[in-house]
């Protein structure tokens, strides 16, 4: 299986498969799957970039919309995470993951699928240790702060993903594991990113929720994008345990390092995305706990035993199979020919893709519940003194001059 991995997308896709396509004429090859490590930017029409967090200047359609149209259909199936840069709001609809347009497949906050016998793992969003103990309390629309926090990595995803048993082949995470560096040649990274430096002698340069999660889960492969550079790593798990093959990716701009291609020994295709059984039965065991206002979830309040969520979940594909929910547009997609914008509509839209695999599961709707979510009594400004959230701190996903001028600035990657 030849695995295409690409680190930040940016809402690039046609030049991304454009170079896929080229890659497999020169070289006589097949691609079987592209990766995407984050910073997909899934934007379907103008109201989407309302919830995307990036400067004025960069709110641009790219083009995502023409595959979630249907005019352009991808040339290869496509896994991908969320980043700090996301359409928040369709990604809100899609929270356990689904198609966000045909053969394209949002992950979810946190998912494991199978791609033929390999099994594709991951999380998205950036580690902020301000609201990882907190809940998903933001809803679209987003206001000012909920739009800077509503992709920050929460515990309550983790904690799932750390109930995973069964071997993970690839995992996803949009910034790097924290300490990721000891195991590659940092020496060299900061000598092409030298504002690092303190950081990684600080150990504060990741996410240590990613962290957590390689030393558990312990995948033969770990991809993340964010940093805007490559970087690789080996990872030995004790003296004689598994190897994590770690490498880091750029984001599409030409003479960057944004792709790369790895084989993969599997059985022969052709390969479908598919659920996997012991991700379903994870999301039905901690559904009950699901924290949906600022509130840190109680992780120790789910009681139903795994097991028997295994054997339930598997006797439910037995019957159905084990194919994701058909793709479906929820909004009006955008129209270049129409100079005024087409996307006359507000409000929270629900996706059958998600209301049915809930159905599937026989577990309740609840990510439009508000129920002390905007509640200003419970504002998450209360939990977080002002000194430690400066909402003038900018973004960090910018221009090569942009990133070095941010820097000299006293640019934080952690918003």
């Known amino acids: 299986m030849r695995i295409a991995v690409e680190g930040c997308m940016h809402g690039d896709l046609d030049n991304v498969y454009s170079t896929l396509r080229y890659l497999e004429e020169v070289e006589n090859t097949k691609i079987d799957l592209l990766i995407c490590c984050g910073d997909f930017q899934a934007v379907r029409n103008k109201k989407d970039l309302e919830s995307l967090n990036v400067p004025p200047k960069y709110k641009s359609m790219n083009s995502f919309w023409k595959y979630y149209s249907g005019q352009e259909v991808a040339p290869f199936p496509t896994i991908f995470i969320g980043g700090n840069h996301e359409a928040s709001n369709y990604l809100w609809e899609l929270y356990y993951g689904g198609w966000a347009a045909p053969n ?45 926090s509503v992709y920050h990595v ?143 979830a109680n ?45 006359c509509f507000s409000g929270y839209h629900r996706n059958p893709q998600t209301e049915l695999l809930l159905q599937f599961l026989e577990l309740p709707y609840l990510l439009d519940n508000t129920l002390e979510s905007r509640d200003p009594t419970h504002s998450p400004m209360s939990l977080i003194s002002r000194e430690d959230y400066n909402e003038d701190i900018p973004i960090d996903d910018m221009d090569e001059m942009e990133e070095l001028a941010e820097i000299n600035d006293g640019e934080t990657k952690n918003e």
């Open 299 to 343: 992780l120790g309040g789910a009681q139903v035993d795994m097991q028997d969520c295994r054997d339930w979940v598997r006797s439910r594909l037995l019957t159905r199979g084990a194919k994701p929910f058909e793709f479906v547009q929820t909004v009006p997609c955008y129209d270049p020919s129409q100079s005024a914008s087409n996307s």
């Open 154 to 296: 929460r515990e309550y995803d983790v904690h799932k993903l750390m109930q995973v048993e069964e071997p993970i082949d690839i995992f996803l995470s949009h910034d790097w594991p924290c300490g990721i560096t000891d195991h590659g040649n940092w020496k060299e990274l900061v000598r092409y990113k030298p504002f690092f430096e303190k950081e990684i002698q600080e150990r504060t340069l990741g996410s240590k929720a990613a962290a957590e999660l390689l030393e558990k889960l312990k995948p033969s492969y770990w991809f993340s994008a964010h940093l805007h550079c490559k970087f690789a790593a080996l990872v030995q798990h004790g003296e004689v345990g598994q190897v994590t093959k770690f490498l880091a990716l750029d984001k599409c701009l030409p003479g960057r390092k944004f792709l790369q291609i790895v084989e993969i020994e599997t059985v022969p295709g052709p390969y479908e995305i598919q659920y996997d059984e012991e991700w379903l039965a994870i999301t039905r065991k901690f559904n009950s706990i699901f924290p949906l206002t600022i509130h840190r």
């Open 104 to 148: 394209i497949y949002f992950l979810g906050f946190a998912g494991v699928v199978k791609f033929g016998n390999i099994r594709i793992g991951g999380l998205s969003g950036i580690y902020n240790e301000r609201h990882y103990h907190l809940g998903h309390y933001e809803r679209p629309p987003y206001n000012e702060r909920d739009i800077r």
